[in-house]
T-cell receptor, first 117, second 109 residues
Framework: EAQVTQNPRYLITVTGKKLTVTCSQN?????MSWYRQDPGLGLRQIYY???????DKGDVPEGYKVSRKEKRNFPLILESPSPNQTSLYFC????????????????FGNGTRLTVT | RKEVEQDPGPFNVPEGATVAFNCTYS??????FFWYRQDCRKEPKLLMS???SGNEDGRFTAQLNRASQYISLLIRDSKLSDSATYLC??????????FGTGTRLQVFP
């Protein structure tokens, strides 16, 4: 089954304790992206990647890191989480660049609800 | 001005009603447009792409007005299961997507 898999689904942690949220897709998609969703603010892009070893900052990259060593995986790393990173996080992938003529829709993972105390 | 704006709603409509949402965007160079549906903090799912000539998928019709820089979504014969938040998505450049904050629809019996 074609899917984007995120883990964990729920995570409660303390300030400063490094964590990684994993994201894997089995559709051979080139484009992958991380978003956070907060009430009233909608989905905001953290980082994205257009291919292996190519990553770029989105709108809210501060406090996050990513890597794209393999096409299928795109982990999100919080080196020193803080309470303002409490949010719902989504990983997404698409076949090609979303802005291509005709557009390539995003496939989302189930989300990770992170609480930082 | 926000890059993508939507009326947050909620739109409360009875079953069988026709309801329409608009979404305005500020960047005239925007290339691709989508409507996504999101249920109760679950992951967004693609509802439909929006093509220049307008397109229909069953009870759903999407239209693009480049001159006025908005897209619309029309839902006919609303069902209880249509209750959700509808997200407007616009691409800017080849790699950047901007999400609207969504319009909430509640269909009641």
């Amino acid at each position: 089954e074609a899917q984007v898999t995120q883990n964990p689904r729920y995570l409660i942690t303390v300030t400063g304790k490094k964590l990684t949220v994993t994201c894997s897709q089995n559709m051979n998609h080139e484009y992958m992206s991380w978003y956070r969703q907060d009430p009233g603010l909608g989905l905001r892009q953290i980082y994205y990647s257009m291919n292996v070893e190519v990553t770029d900052k989105g709108d809210v990259p501060e406090g996050y890191k990513v890597s794209r060593k393999e096409k299928r995986n795109f982990p999100l790393i919080l080196e020193s989480p803080s309470p303002n990173q409490t949010s719902l996080y989504f990983c997404a992938s698409s076949r090609s660049y979303p802005g291509d003529a005709g557009g390539s829709p995003l496939h989302f993972g189930n989300g990770t609800r992170l609480t930082v105390t | 001005r926000k890059e993508v704006e939507q009326d947050p709603g909620p739109f409360n409509v009875p079953e069988g009603a026709t309801v329409a949402f608009n979404c305005t965007y500020s960047n005239s160079a925007s290339q691709s447009f989508f409507w996504y549906r999101q249920d109760c903090r679950k992951e967004p799912k693609l509802l439909m792409s929006v093509y220049s000539s307008g397109n229909e998928d069953g009870r759903f019709t999407a239209q693009l007005n480049r001159a006025s820089q908005y897209i619309s979504l029309l839902i006919r014969d609303s069902k209880l299961s249509d209750s959700a938040t509808y997200l407007c998505v616009v691409t800017i450049n080849t790699d950047k997507l901007i999400f609207g904050t969504g319009t909430r629809l509640q269909v009641f019996p």
